[in-house]
């Protein structure tokens, strides 16, 4: 779990008509339990609600854009300050940065800063992390830059990725979760961390209703299960694999079948039993015949009274010594000859398939060299001597002193990724020419060894008749018993080769119908653990609806969604309306909507094994809530051991509130002082601005650089 100590803003702005700069922002420190930011509607909270995001790189969170596009312009381009004349002055910011103290449940601390602006800069991809407190940070204290936003930032494999190492430090493990486009790929943090962030502007209107989804197939889903610790792959992920393997599966199936089907009707041969459709596959490898095109009987049958009839012929067959003897050696030299020619084509075509094997080799260590070199071009050109003792692209040692730095120049690492991705061009331009050789080869191989059997019968037929000194048999008889001969060749050559190939996709078959059963199994219930789990988590978030005051529908007729696997509401509140279920957001009020929100994130919150740690409401009175529910709310929020940070107005839009504004007499207004009446002062952390003071203040300059 990840936890915030402290968050802080730093800007370097100017006044229009002078050059030396100022320093803003804000510093907010944090802890366990409740806390609380509380300003004036326009003090500009949310500028450092989103500063959050930002520095934890998920800001894609708050509206789908990266970097500064994220967050408000206070922060990167302008904003107004009052000064101590009571003037309104536009001042532009020059540079400005996030810093934030983060710590997990081991005990551990971190620094992290990432620039928001600097100089004309606005997209910052890097993160500086120093792996101790903020305020023992030294100019000699050793950091290392990690990379966010770019390929690779989340592969645990790869040095200086940040999401990977703030997973690891956070104690989240990163696991894979299905996509749209049937693969699986790691569930990103961006994604996961809308579990964490109720943003204001359209966080209210549905559940993680902005969550980044990148393709992942029911991404809420996913990051539900996730936090609950519950199997991702028991239904949706399993049901996934299982059925685009037999898609797979299908399709070689039939590629190959229409391959064995040409290749018997070139030879006058067809199979019995073989279908083209995987599924409509019924009778066994056993039972599979191959039979001669126009004649009757089996495959066996027919060849045996072929070489019945050619018996007969050889017993009539007669030849002259000499012309026997003549007739053999020159059948003997073509036979040579072809042998000779074949046992070359077949050296050549195992030199290509080795050279194969080698440029696939070197193209695989070229691709890790080439990431290496990408992935060490994210960070700074220093290495911390502290942090590496090996070279991150070649392993090998480093002499490095105990307080020194490595430099790693830009170019050098340009040149040699330069240099890498020529090498890899050219192999794979190699590749690509030496499989369409090998193809072409594989098809003229089996032509190969077709002709060669055919001289060597020629080759057999000539030595029998050596021994021969009867007459000469007729010119027509000849014909036919050479032809019967190249037909027996040919029809047990390519019945070979059918049912070894046959006995090499069977296999196919059998995980075909494995997976079938197994697709057939899969149901939507989860084993007996994830099922309490679950269970756990409808009782707790019942108790905290009924806590916030909801009352749209009976609590005994408000459930999770958990008998539809395939919909994009599973594990989401619903509520029975006379006979049928209908999604909690189409039933209740506005204001009730925004109860059960609480709930179902605190909830999460609270029964997730897995849960990040940490949850951050901005402005989570919406739509008149009444303030004794917004009370239950900052009492509940009190008394947890994980973090929730409430973006706050000082006076919130309560029932109350309006009342009052509205002239009624004996009603009060709400504020922050009242909703926080009766709970100990230990609980809870108040940060609160005064009336009139904006987020993005002037900043004490001690310590600050």
Request: charged share 30%; hydrophobic share 35%; net charge neutral.
């Amino acid at each position: 779990m990840i936890y915030f100590d402290m968050i802080r803003v730093v800007i370097d702005a100017t006044r229009p008509d002078a050059e030396k700069s100022e320093k803003f922002g804000r510093t907010v420190n944090l802890g366990r339990g409740l806390n609380i930011i509380a300003g004036d509607n326009t003090s500009g909270k949310t500028s450092l609600a989103k500063c959050m995001y930002y520095i934890l790189g998920v800001e894609e969170i708050i509206d789908g854009k990266q970097n500064t596009f994220a967050l408000d312009r206070s922060v990167y381009q302008n904003f107004v300050y009052t000064d101590d004349e009571g003037s309104n002055v536009l001042m532009q910011v020059e540079n400005s940065y996030v810093i934030a103290q983060l710590s997990n449940n081991k005990g551990e601390t971190i620094t992290v800063k990432r620039f928001v602006k600097y100089q004309n800069d606005k997209e910052f991809k890097k993160v500086q992390v120093w792996e101790c407190k903020e305020e023992e940070i030294t100019e000699v204290t050793p950091s290392t830059e990690y990379f966010v936003h770019y390929r690779g930032d989340h592969n645990q494999k790869l040095p200086f990725g940040y999401f990977q190492y703030l997973a690891q430090f956070a104690g989240l493990k990163l696991i894979k979760a299905p996509t749209k486009g049937a693969e699986e790929f790691t569930l990103y943090l961006t994604t996961l961390f809308a579990l964490d962030f109720v943003e204001q502007t359209r966080g209210w209107t549905d559940y993680f209703a902005t969550i980044r989804g990148y393709n992942f197939i029911q991404p809420k889903q996913r990051i539900v299960e996730y936090a609950l610790g519950v199997s991702i792959d028991d239904n949706i992920a399993t049901y996934k694999q299982l059925k685009n393997e037999n898609d797979r599966i299908k399709d070689e199936w039939s590629r190959q079948i229409k391959d064995i089907n040409q290749r018997l009707t070139y030879n006058n041969l067809v199979i019995n039993g073989l279908n083209l459709d995987i599924a409509k596959q019924t009778k066994v490898i056993d039972r599979l015949q191959i039979g001669v095109i126009g004649q009757k009987g089996t495959f066996a049958e027919v060849i045996e009274s072929m070489k019945q009839r050619i018996n007969y012929l050889n017993s009539i067959l007669r030849k002259t010594d000499e012309n026997r003897i003549d007739s053999y050696n020159q059948q003997l030299a073509i036979f040579q000859t072809k042998e000779k020619q074949f046992d070359e084509f077949v050296r050549r075509l195992q030199d290509d398939k080795n050279k194969k094997t080698s440029i696939v080799k070197q193209l695989t260590a070229i691709n890790e060299e080439i990431n290496r070199n990408k992935n060490i071009a994210q960070v700074s050109n220093l290495i911390s001597s502290v942090h590496i003792r090996k070279c991150p692209t070649c392993h090998r040692d480093l002499d490095v002193t105990d307080s020194g730095y490595i430099n790693v120049k830009n170019e050098d690492i340009d040149r040699n990724v330069r240099y890498l991705t020529t090498q890899q061009r050219f192999l794979q331009g190699l590749l690509k020419s030496l499989n369409e050789s090998i193809d072409e080869k594989e098809i003229y191989l089996s032509y190969y060894k077709k002709m060669l059997g055919i001289e060597k019968e020629k080759l057999n037929t000539a030595y029998a008749e050596i021994a021969d000194n009867k007459d000469i048999l007729s010119e027509k008889d000849m014909m036919e018993m050479v032809e019967l001969k190249l037909k027996i060749n040919g029809y047990e050559i390519v019945s070979k080769q059918i049912t070894t190939t046959i006995c090499d996709m069977w296999p196919m078959k059998q995980k075909f119908d494995e997976n079938k059963k197994q697709l057939s199994k899969l149901s939507s219930h989860k084993d007996e653990t994830d099922n309490t789990v679950l269970n756990r988590l409808q009782v707790q978030f019942k108790q905290f609806l009924n806590n916030f005051g909801y009352k749209s529908n009976y609590i005994q007729n408000v459930s999770l969604l958990f008998d539809e696997k395939n919909s994009n509401y599973f594990y989401l509140p619903q509520a029975q309306v006379e006979q049928y279920n209908e999604h909690l957001r189409s039933v209740s009020s506005a204001s009730d909507f925004v109860r059960s929100i609480w709930a179902y994130y605190l909830a999460l919150l609270e029964i997730g094994i897995s849960h990040p740690g940490f949850l951050v409401f901005d402005e989570p009175c919406q739509h008149s809530i009444k303030e004794a529910d917004l009370k239950t709310l900052f009492q509940v929020c009190a008394v947890t051991d994980k973090q929730i940070i409430l973006f706050c107005s000082s006076e919130p839009k309560t029932e109350e509130t309006k009342a009052a504004e509205q002239g009624k007499k004996h009603v009060e207004k709400t504020n922050i002082q009242l909703l926080v009446r009766g709970i100990d002062q230990k609980k809870y952390r108040l940060h609160q601005m005064k009336t009139g003071e904006k987020t993005i203040s002037k900043l004490d300059l001690n310590g600050i650089s």
